[in-house]
């Protein structure tokens, strides 16, 4: 079942690069294991899936004591408190949430001296939703510029939660403001940002499309949540 979801959506990916001219080498499956148990993100690791993303923080840490044994990459993908910070940067390589600067400060200032920088992409509310969290598209780059400038961080890129597009022309759309966004805040920092992490298991393909370089999928590997 598990072999077989995640066969079916590494396919899906390749298809998609190969309509799209992508290399498949540059776009990352993050699998999405919140809600999902240990036992099966150990079986998705015995696949050759290594990287996985975590939204909930005391149940990533209980998972990273279970799997200590395995060398997986650790994402954080939910939203931060920022009284959070120092655990979130004690215990992952990536944060794909990260939605004002005081947040990426704390991270930088809390990352343990033993650690490699910690990979950070900033949040970005594309469509302008009430209910979503993340940068306004307008406040990316003075962000972006101010996160590059701090220490044991590595500013990665942007991600996006897009609003719920039924065709894949309007999803696609809202991909678009986001490659656009980094393209713009690129041309005004040192090092350019080279990740985009967008599209889940209902818009994989459009977000290839647009330039993913990371797609974090859930549901299409592990079946429903609870
Ligand atoms: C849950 C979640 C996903 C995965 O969504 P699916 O639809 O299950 O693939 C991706 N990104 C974020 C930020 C999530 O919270």
Same mark, same amino acid.
């Not at 999405?32 to 939204?55: M, P, W």
């Given at each position: ?30 699998? /999405? ?10 079986? =998705? ?14 149940? $990533? ?5 279970? &799997? #200590? ?28 949430? /990260? ?15 033993? &650690?490699?920088?910690? #990979?950070?992409?900033?949040? /970005?509310?594309?469509? $302008? ?14 962000? $972006?510029? $101010? ?7 590595? &500013? ?8 719920? #597009? ?9 991909? =678009?403001? &986001? ?10 920092? #040192? ?15 459009? =977000? ?19």
């Amino acid at each position: 079942m598990l072999a077989d979801n995640l066969k079916l959506v590494q396919r899906n990916i390749d298809s998609a690069c190969e309509q799209y001219q992508r290399h498949q080498k540059d776009v990352l499956l993050l699998a /999405v294991s919140k809600r999902k148990s240990s036992a099966l993100i150990r079986t =998705a690791y015995s696949l050759g899936q290594h990287d996985f993303g975590e939204n909930y923080l005391q149940e $990533a840490i209980d998972k990273q004591c279970d &799997l #200590n044994d395995l060398s997986i990459t650790w994402h954080y993908i939910g939203q931060i408190q920022s009284n959070k910070t120092r655990q979130i940067t004690e215990h992952f390589q990536w944060v794909h949430s /990260v939605d004002r600067l005081k947040v990426a400060q704390r991270l930088s200032s809390q990352r343990p001296s033993h &650690l490699d920088t910690l #990979n950070i992409c900033l949040q /970005v509310n594309i469509d $302008a939703e009430i209910s979503k969290a993340g940068l306004k598209l307008e406040e990316v780059c003075e962000t $972006a510029i $101010a996160v590059s400038e701090l220490p044991n961080l590595r &500013l990665r890129g942007l991600m996006a939660l897009p609003k719920a #597009n039924d065709t894949l022309r309007e999803q696609r759309a809202s991909f =678009a403001k &986001l490659r656009d966004c980094l393209a713009t805040c690129n041309a005004q920092l #040192n090092t350019p940002m080279d990740t985009l992490s967008m599209g889940m298991s209902g818009d994989l393909e459009a =977000a290839i499309a647009e330039g993913a370089t990371i797609v974090r999928i859930g549901t299409a590997i592990f079946g429903a949540r609870d």
